[in-house]
């Protein structure tokens, strides 16, 4: 047993994730005269912009998530294997995982971020993150499951009242898209309900809902989810939480099941990575070749990083734009490399940023103009189709949305959960 | 908390399971002028003869299966409860569920029937059935997992060798459907493993496999097996398996990872009904109204139910049309109560059997005449979309199989696993 991949001339590059960063760069790299080697702990894509559409029973988990052997069927200089990390070791050049070692002569960590739960245990056992096509399928499951549960009870204000910290992109269209449930969908299916107990809290540290983007920007936003029911906090955070009462850091408290957690993520950990390497929200600390410190062959990319520029003294946002754009650099680095020319430094070009409240309302900032309604709609969904890996998945989307748009009305709220796994006999 | 259904002057029928026989009354009774609770221990109506191409990746759980609000979405007759029942208690007329007691004028259980190891539980704990939408996607699991595990190591011959028990219609189409993946899909997603190791196994107790079938059509569908190079060994039981080895009933062995059950089936039990209640299979014998021997307000349709007719003295096949028939006879029934006529025995239609092999291959036998091959692969997947619910999901299934038949390639490989379940709160 082990990972069982024979060295040939080619000098192997061993990647380590295959989120937006890794799988462009493993894209690209396939084309060279590398061995290439993707370690993942899934063996898909997952496109992480619309899991809320997931978990709001918009749109299916395949449609969104894209299985790395399918993008690479037939290359005969790419590996991949599913397994986890267990270390980082750059004085062997080799990575132990739980397959057994892969030695590698470059390596790429582009291992991304999850949930940021500040420190606080309680949050972490109780609030539902959204982190992954596995915690969207799970949020689904028990929003709709609060709803089931609340046609027994009496006294089931807590059960409608569904709480979001994090008043980014995130939990700006997951607020948006369950008070179109509310309004459009669920009144549908649970005659039995009064909606008007059903309370949906946006919850934002900062005094701006979509804080990255500009006043205007957010003005809109927030005044796009007033109109559609969502009630919005802003400048507050949530301290505290036990499954039942939510402590806020003026010490008022919100009686709800359901927390959902938007407010922050951190570089993921790897073992072997040195304390010294870690910069703000562990995040790797690169040069501007992506290159870590001590470790000339060793490299980070996209939301695991960080790269300290005069113009992003705090690192460059955590999005996805970010990490393609230093999968593609780097690529382009390990090409010259290969012909001896001299390496290029990152640089990010700022595409824009977008996020979508509802049915006919987006908001989109471009470089040079920002635009709102119904046309910025529009464009959050072309450039949304556009991203997405696959014809088939494409389509599939974009005929979801079609028929969504005109029949308020979807066929995807299912609780399906997994039984316990029988592995039978799996050496893995 | 409690199951918190009022009362009102209707009658009320409690349907247990919504299977094809009790979504089938359910759809009709909501018409009439009774008070109809539908109990699921899911919150969706699933549709079994598709679930071996969820297992091998070749639809979405979400095309075939169906939430049961989003059918019965503004009718105020109509009660559905996600909850598990306990017992019945048909000296009180009431249902004890996980959620209370719910009480009922007329009872109809449509319960279903369960995989039937045969009191074997090794083969229990170590095979993978696929009699639910879970199990199926369980398998699709596992069937992938095999595939990366034997990356990891050179004697692999055994985690790729799939054995299924059970040649009846589930086990021949998954037979057949393993074979094509083997021979157009998975060479291309894993150049690194030597296809002709693989092996698919299928064991049939009897001397034809599809032996509800006539012979002519067993031997077609046996010769369509083995030219997509399935082994078949009829005659052969499975009698023990520890998850390694299958031991078969002349004692030799077969050394495989992976043993599919698709060997037989048993009605539910339910705790409250009488032993004598109990016929073959663990059928709950009823006349030829569907009703119990010694409660005249309780019935019994479908997979779970046995009438003993003259023509079929051991009962009605186990199939979706004899228990989509008994659940609209019952409901034409339960139609005259209301108006005082009397009542009117089931009769079973016999409106054919089929299997589909692989592509352009299945065996279609109608009443008066049988066919094969490319003509009736149509009819086959015609019948099929027609049964299905919901226009989408016939549109989706449609496109599904339109897109697998041009491209020999879906993306649906995907491994999603539950994470533990983060169960905040609910009361249920």
Known sequence: MGVNIAKNSKKRIVIIGGGFGGLEIARRLVKLNYQVVLIDKNNYHQFQPLFYQVATSGLEPSSIVFPFRKNFQRKKNFHFRLTEVIEVDADRNCV????GEVSYDYLVIAAGAGNNFFGNERIEKYALPMKSIVESLNLRNIILERFEAAL?????????R???????????????????MKKYILPKDYPELD?????????????????AMSEKSSIKAMNYLKKLGVQVKTGTR????????????????????????????????????????????NRIIVDGYNRLKNSPNVFAIGDVSIIHTDEYPNGHPQL?????QQGKQLAKNFKKKLKGKSLVKFHYKDLGTMATIGRNKAVVELPKFKFYGFFAWLVWMTIHLRSILGIKNKFLIFMNWVWSYFTYNLSLRLIIKRSDQKKVGTER
Request: charged residues 20%.
């Open 96 to 99: 132990l995982t739980s397959l």
């Open 152 to 160: 027994s009870i009496e006294d089931n204000e807590s059960l409608l």
């Open 162 to 180: 569904l709480v979001i910290a994090g008043g980014g992109p995130t939990g700006v269209e997951l607020a948006g898209t369950l008070a179109e």
């Open 195 to 211: 909606f008007d107990k059903m309370q949906i809290i946006l919850v934002e540290g900062s005094d701006h809902v979509l804080s």
């Open 238 to 281: 949530v301290s505290d939480y036990d499954g039942d009462e939510i402590v806020l850091n003026d010490n008022s408290t919100i009686q709800a099941k359901t927390l959902v957690w938007a407010a922050g993520i951190r570089g993921n950990f790897l073992k072997g990575i040195h304390e010294s390497d870690l910069g703000r929200g």
């Open 320 to 324: 996805a734009q970010v990490a393609i």
